[in-house]
């Protein structure tokens, strides 16, 4: 038995939110794989719109979704997300780091991170789920992720529940591994 790794977990639990004729929102769409991902769970009667910085991205993103007409992909930073999108929705997935395969050198930044994860956590429905995987083993991540953490720890509970999934952080190693925080709204 292997252990799922985060980004399978991040799919387990936005399985249960998000069914078909919802709304969905990709940060952080990458090399697209939960775009796709979204784009299948909602179906052809819902919606999913995704973000990326990098062109790069988005046009491999295309590639895979272009027979996928409930996909609406944007060339524009996360941060931007509240000038396209209205809520409510029901999942939005965000997945820091860098470009697989890509620059490496475009990594996702606290200063915007945050301020797109404050607006993703204000467009979810009763009910609706954010997920964010954490990579704080590239330079820059350790910081980023700290204030990740932080943010998820201050989202007021009576609106609501967190979980975060990882190892237990108990050797170097660990302290680098990826690990997974999600917010569920509650109904
Ligand atoms: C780890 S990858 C995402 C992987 C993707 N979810 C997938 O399924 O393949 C992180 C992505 O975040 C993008 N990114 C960096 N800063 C961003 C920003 N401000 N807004 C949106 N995307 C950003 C990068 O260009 C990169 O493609």
Known sequence: MSLPR???LAHLLVERCLKPGGRAIDATVG????TLFL???????GRVDGFDLQAAAIERTRMKTSE???VHLHTLGHERIGELVAGPVDAVMFNLGYLPSG???VIT????????LETAANLLGGGG???TVVYPGHEGGAEEAAAVVRWF????RDCYRVVHFGPLRASPAEHDSPFLLAAWREG
Do not use: F
């Open 129 to 131: 789920i954010l997920t």
């Open 103 to 105: 620059d490496k050198s």
């Open 39 to 45: 784009a299948r769970l909602v179906g052809p009667g």
């Open 31 to 34: 090399n697209g794989h939960d």
């Open 68 to 70: 996928l007409p409930q």
């Open 6 to 8: 985060v980004t399978e």
């Open 109 to 116: 930044l606290p200063s915007s991170t945050l301020p797109a």
């Open 153 to 156: 720890q201050n989202l007021a």
